[in-house]
C-alpha cells in the first residue's frame, strides 16, 4: 500500500473488510472497497452521492447481481482478490501526494469492469463519474 496514505483512504480500506464479512464474501473486492467509500464522508463519497451511487444504491445493486455468501459470524482475515490487489500495486506509483479514496474510486473505475458495472446499474453515467474524479484529484 501507499506510505503515505490519507485517513479516508485507511478507513475506506479497512471498511472494505467489514464490507466484505457482513456480505458473507470470502475476498476483500474492489466492489467492497467501492462499498466502503460509499458509506464514509469524504470527497470520494460526494462524488459518488453527486453521481446517484449512495451506500444504500450500490449495496442494492450488488444484492441483486450477486446474494450474499454465508457468514461464519466470527472474525477472520480477509484476503484481497487478485483484483484488488493489482489496484493496491498500482496506488504505489500513482503520486507523490497522499493517497486518498478519491485515488481508490479513480482507480476502481479504471480497472475494475465489475464495479463500473454495478456502478451503471445504479444508473450512474461512469465516464462523468471519472472526469468528476479527475477534476477532484487535480484539486487536491
Known amino acids: 500500500m501507499p506510505e503515505l496514505m490519507t485517513a479516508d483512504a485507511v478507513r475506506d480500506l479497512a471498511g472494505s473488510v467489514a464490507e466484505?464479512?457482513?456480505l458473507g464474501h470470502s475476498l476483500?473486492?474492489?466492489?467492497?472497497v467501492l462499498l466502503s467509500v460509499a458509506s464514509h464522508r469524504s470527497p470520494a463519497r460526494g462524488l459518488l452521492d453527486?453521481?446517484?451511487?449512495?451506500?444504500?444504491?450500490?449495496r442494492a445493486a450488488l444484492a441483486a447481481r450477486r446474494p450474499?455468501?454465508?457468514?461464519s459470524g466470527r472474525p477472520r482475515e480477509l484476503?484481497?482478490?487478485?483484483?484488488m490487489e493489482r489496484i493496491l500495486h498500482l496506488s504505489?506509483?500513482?503520486?507523490e501526494k497522499p493517497f486518498s479514496s478519491a485515488h481508490l474510486l479513480g482507480l476502481i473505475l479504471d480497472n475494475d469492469g465489475e464495479c463500473v458495472a454495478l456502478l451503471e446499474g445504479c444508473g450512474?453515467?461512469?465516464a462523468e463519474l471519472r472526469a468528476a474524479v479527475a477534476t477532484e484529484l487535480g484539486r487536491a
Do not use: N
Open 50 to 58: 453527486a453521481a446517484g451511487a449512495d451506500h444504500g444504491a450500490v
Open 28 to 32: 476483500v473486492t474492489p466492489t467492497h
Open 20 to 22: 466484505a464479512r457482513s
Open 124 to 126: 450512474v453515467a461512469t
Open 92 to 95: 504505489q506509483s500513482l503520486t
Open 68 to 71: 450474499a455468501g454465508a457468514s
Open 79 to 83: 484476503p484481497w482478490s487478485p483484483e
